[in-house]
């Protein structure tokens, strides 16, 4: 059975500052994705990771895959307010588009 | 935006009740999926449907029944639930389930209660 794991669950941060949410798998994949919610909102796709290896940026997020270590990291630098939400990594077992979630963090950016 | 659309966006039912949470995309997407969402907790599977055929269905109790008529529409009927479903209904869609680099694309959701 496949397991997701991201930590830290919840991370209050001042704008700013930089830190790195950690996402960990217990079975072999090679696709991986992170999403965002806000509260009460659906799920945004932030990034898609389909190789060992791969990075991709995108403003002040910046994802990546080691599916060696099966493990994802997303990047924040320099937080802004605006970043706060709930971020969900996601990794597809092979099965087609079955997803299982990580429990989710929830970020806190404070002024 | 999103460009999954589902009604309603709240729903509050009685056990007894019967009704419909209804989800369309316009996408072209031939995949499309009901997840189920606790308050605090991660989107969970419920069913996968491809190609208008029911392709996955993660044990979950037969008072939640979905139906696809056609490739942009998926429903899920509800009948004789009980206080502990009540969560965020979440319709996704993606190009199929077998594409890379396709990620599910979410709908807003259905807030449910049940009384």
Known sequence: ?111 | DTEVTQTPKHLVMGMTNKKSLKCEQHMGHRAMYWYKQKAKKPPELMFVYSYEKLSINESVPSRFSPECPNSSLLNLHLHALQPEDSALYLCASSQDRSSYNSPLHFGNGTRLTVT
């Open chain 1, 1 to 111: 059975e496949l397991k997701v794991e991201q930590n830290p669950l919840f991370l209050s941060m001042q704008e700013g500052k930089n830190y790195t949410i950690y996402c960990n798998y217990s079975t072999t994949s090679d696709r991986l994705y992170w999403y965002r919610q806000d509260p009460g909102k659906s799920l945004e796709s932030l990034f898609v990771l389909l190789s060992n290896g791969a990075v991709k940026q995108e403003g002040r997020l910046m994802a990546s895959l080691d599916t060696k270590a099966r493990l994802s990291t997303l990047h924040i630098t320099a937080a802004v307010h605006d970043l706060s939400a709930t971020y969900f990594c996601a990794v597809d077992n092979y099965a087609g588009n079955m997803l299982t979630f990580g429990g989710g963090t929830r970020l806190m950016v404070k002024p």
